[in-house]
């Protein structure tokens, strides 16, 4: 059993002992054959239950899945007392994100309503490793009208406010998402936030006749197909080049964790050097050079320690 997999079954046990509902409870769908994993982040006092159908969808598409229980929400009438910050949410989050990230190759941060913003705040935060985010019916705009009395909902206005700062530095791959006819999150949200957003890769989808429950109303297979080539889009191959200066090598192989380690990848000899050309999704990827016969690290490329004490070079790939 995975450690994620263990923290889930102890949480949902915990959180069983509390009278929580089975709907309420954080689940984690997941086989050892994935290598993608979608975050998925409910909205404000709301719990995994909004998340579960497009889980459910985004699981059959051939990606893990886990949806937390946000900081608080096991009670709502504390909740609402203001006994929980949204940075107690935003830090439940980035946990989440963590344990995903250890047992992954590619986190994606999926956030419904708050849980959007949150996504964004993440994607600022943590997007260097981060393969992107998706913002469904996200606030990400300050309204100055709107003054809530409740201390929770304040919270959410702050959380939306540091989200429609911060948008600006949102550079990692986004998605966003909004139905025009949403009467709780208005789609000027949408509409604002997206121009902001510096990332290269960004794409903005609007839905009608959904209002606020985009993600787990009538149109989830659509939004999760969506979300799907989203991803896949993302991850299309990148062209690279490897070089190595010619010190009289008779052969030059490459092997790494894209080549399930076997050395299969010739280097062609040039009179630059030897050269080797291939494609991979944005990543980050262990390798070593297989000098005739004998396996060593890449003397021009950054290095990394593994679990095992070994070293090995590491490549990192770039979106285009």
């Avoid at 102890?10 to 069983?16: K, N, P, T, V």
């Avoid at 062609?268 to 262990?286: H, K, M």
Wanted: hydrophobic share 45%.
């Amino acid at each position: 059993m995975s450690d994620l997999l263990s923290q889930v079954n102890a949480s949902r046990a915990r959180l069983q002992a509390l009278g929580l509902a089975e709907a309420d409870l954080p689940f984690f769908l997941q086989t050892g054959e994935f290598r993608t994993a979608c975050l998925l982040l409910h909205g404000s006092a709301a719990s995994p239950c909004n998340s579960r159908p497009l889980a459910q969808q985004l699981f059959g598409m051939g990606y893990a899945v886990y949806a937390p229980l946000l900081a608080g929400h096991h009670d709502l009438a504390a909740l609402q007392r203001g006994e929980t910050s949204w940075l107690d949410c935003y830090h439940a989050a980035a946990d989440a994100l963590q344990a995903l990230r250890t047992q992954f190759e590619a986190v994606y941060v999926i956030g419904s309503s708050f849980g959007g913003s949150l996504a964004y705040l993440l994607g600022v935060e943590q997007g260097a490793d981060l393969a992107g985010v998706v913002a469904l019916s996200a606030p990400a705009m300050e309204e100055p009208r709107w003054q809530p009395t409740r201390p929770w909902m304040r919270e959410v206005k702050q959380a939306t406010a540091a989200a429609a700062w911060h948008v600006r530095q949102l550079h990692c791959p986004t998605l966003v998402m909004h139905s025009v006819d949403d009467p709780h999150v208005r789609v000027d949200h949408a509409l604002t936030a997206y121009p902001l957003i510096p990332a290269r890769r960004k794409k903005l989808s609007l839905y009608n006749g959904i209002g606020h429950a985009l993600g787990f109303g009538f149109n989830t297979a659509e939004v999760a197909q969506d979300i799907d080539l989203f991803i896949r889009f993302n991850h299309a191959p990148v062209p690279l080049r490897l070089s190595l200066p010619d010190r009289g090598y008779q052969q030059v192989l490459l092997a790494g964790e894209f080549s399930a380690w076997q050395a299969s990848q010739p280097f062609v000899w040039t009179a630059d050097g030897w050269q080797c050309e291939l494609a991979l999704a944005p990543g980050a990827y262990q390798y070593k050079l297989v000098i005739d016969g004998r396996w060593q690290c890449d003397p021009d490329a950054e290095s990394v320690l593994t679990p095992h004490g070994e070293v090995n070079s590491l490549l990192r790939v770039s979106k285009a």
